[in-house]
T-cell receptor
């Protein structure tokens, strides 16, 4: 079946630095990918929709300059957390549509900002 | 807007017990409904789905029936195993999105005692 690979699975960074998370569709092309954030004991919240070749669409309340999304090819979307702070520590997960209202998810990235 | 509400966890059961995790939804139109599972240290996996009213999704002994009249999609399993310990997410697909944007419930952590 379709596979979405997300990297890295875990990252620890210092406050003020930037972190890039990659999401790749391995055996299919994805013109759209979704980025979610999961808070402890809470749901997965959709952050933004990544569109190949155009600007990402952000959900209300998500800072565009904080969470930079680039979808440069049909198989790769990246999320960069800029000037990270401890409150950005979270579990980030990407997904790509699989047709028929399905989605394929990456393994997720646990970001810890110290 | 569309939303999903599921019972809060954690839920702790003994092996071979009967499981129910409640899920209700609010949506305009006719969404598809899903249960996703996240095993420890792994990404999200689709467990089962239903795309229209009265459909029953089933997989690995789990079942859920799309009840339009009660806007519910409760997850059930007759006899749980230790290996079922995971976080379970109820979700719906945005019926007006052609690219499978998914809205999640808050997740229910299930722990099964041997």
């Amino acid at each position: 079946g379709a596979v979405v690979s997300q990297h890295p699975s875990r990252v620890i960074c210092k406050s003020g630095t930037s972190v890039k998370i990659e999401c790749r569709s391995l055996d299919f092309q994805a013109t759209t990918m979704f980025w979610y954030r999961q808070f402890p004991k809470k749901s997965l919240m959709l952050m933004a929709t990544s569109n190949e070749g155009s600007k990402a669409t952000y959900e209300q309340g998500v800072e565009k300059d904080k969470f930079l999304i680039n979808h440069a090819s049909l198989t790769l979307s990246t999320l960069t957390v800029t000037s990270a702070h401890p409150e950005d520590s979270s579990f980030y997960i990407c997904s790509a549509p699989g047709g028929r209202a399905r989605a394929f998810f990456g393994q997720g990235t646990r970001l810890t900002v110290v | 807007g569309d939303s999903v509400t599921q019972m809060e966890g954690p839920v702790t059961l003994s092996e071979e017990a009967f499981l129910t995790i409640n899920c209700t939804y609010t949506a305009t139109g006719y969404p598809s409904l899903f249960w996703y599972v996240q095993y420890p240290g792994e990404g999200l996996q689709l467990l089962l789905k239903a795309t229209k009213a009265d459909d029953k999704g089933s997989n690995k002994g789990f079942e859920a029936t799309y009840r339009k009249e009660t806007t519910s999609f409760h997850l059930e399993k007759g006899s749980v195993q230790v290996s079922d310990s995971a976080v379970y997410f109820c979700a719906l697909s945005d019926p007006y999105s052609s690219a499978s944007k998914i809205i999640f419930g808050s997740g229910t952590r299930l722990s099964i005692r041997p």
